[in-house]
């Protein structure tokens, strides 16, 4: 079966730490996997997307990386502040349609 | 930056009644979707639109049919409404040109049946 798993225990770390979140993906062949953020109660914010040609990419504090064998994406916040507690989502999209596949979300809270 | 506007932001409805929800888009994005995310769940697709024709369809109930008109904007239309439809649903919006695809969501209507 298809699926997209990602850690359903928030994963808790101490501010200025980097906060390492997990996508594995089983049965799909993604041409693109994207990482959003989701508030409580709000619309989820797209942070990065990653092609399937491409093994990292980079944005600000933000970094992703995927790994098409391992069928694994890794999303790294660096120097974790606070504000950015929320749920994370990964989603993959496929060649043959644009609509976005998501997983459970990963909640991350950082203490200060 | 203008963001995508959903509307209304909170509906309650009766099991049976209809309800219709609205969407319109990032200014020159021609493509929307429809996703619904129940309480503690991930958002599941339910239907999209390019340039006013369905692009895909996923797990969209027979009750719900939406539409995109000439403006870009959409409606979700949700008839004979079951507690089981009561849930978040967002609306968000492409350029279908862009590489990639990123899409952004609006800020969602949040449906309660009673």
């Known amino acids: 079966s298809q699926k997209i798993e990602q850690n359903s225990e928030a994963l808790n770390i101490q501010e200025g730490k980097t906060a390492t979140l997990t996508c594995n993906y089983t049965n799909y062949s993604p041409a693109y996997l994207q990482w959003y953020r989701q508030d409580p109660g709000r619309g989820p914010v797209f942070l990065l997307l990653i092609r399937e040609n491409e093994k990292e990419k980079r944005k600000e504090r933000l970094k992703v990386t995927f790994d098409t064998t391992l069928k694994q994406s890794l999303f790294h916040i660096t120097a974790s502040q606070p504000a950015d507690s929320a749920t994370y989502l990964c989603a993959l999209t496929l060649d043959s349609s644009y609509k976005l596949i998501f997983g459970s979300g990963t909640r991350l809270l950082v203490r200060p | 930056a203008a963001g995508v506007i959903q509307s209304p932001r909170h509906l309650i409805k009766e099991k049976r009644e209809t309800a219709t929800l609205k969407c319109y888009p990032i200014?020159?994005?021609?493509?929307v979707y429809w996703y619904q995310q129940g309480p503690g769940q991930d958002p599941q697709f339910l239907i999209s639109?390019?340039?006013?024709?369905?692009?895909d369809k996923g797990s969209i109930p027979d009750r719900f049919s939406a539409q995109q008109f000439s403006d870009y904007h959409s409606e979700l239309n949700m008839s004979s409404l079951e507690l089981g439809d009561s849930a978040l649903y967002f609306c968000?919006?492409?350029?279908?040109?862009?590489?990639?695809?990123?899409?952004?969501f609006g800020p969602g209507t949040r449906l309660t049946v009673l």
């Open positions: 968000a919006s492409s350029l279908d040109s862009s590489s990639g695809n990123e899409q952004f």
């Open positions: 200014p020159r994005h021609d493509t």
């Open positions: 639109f390019y340039e006013k024709m369905q692009s």
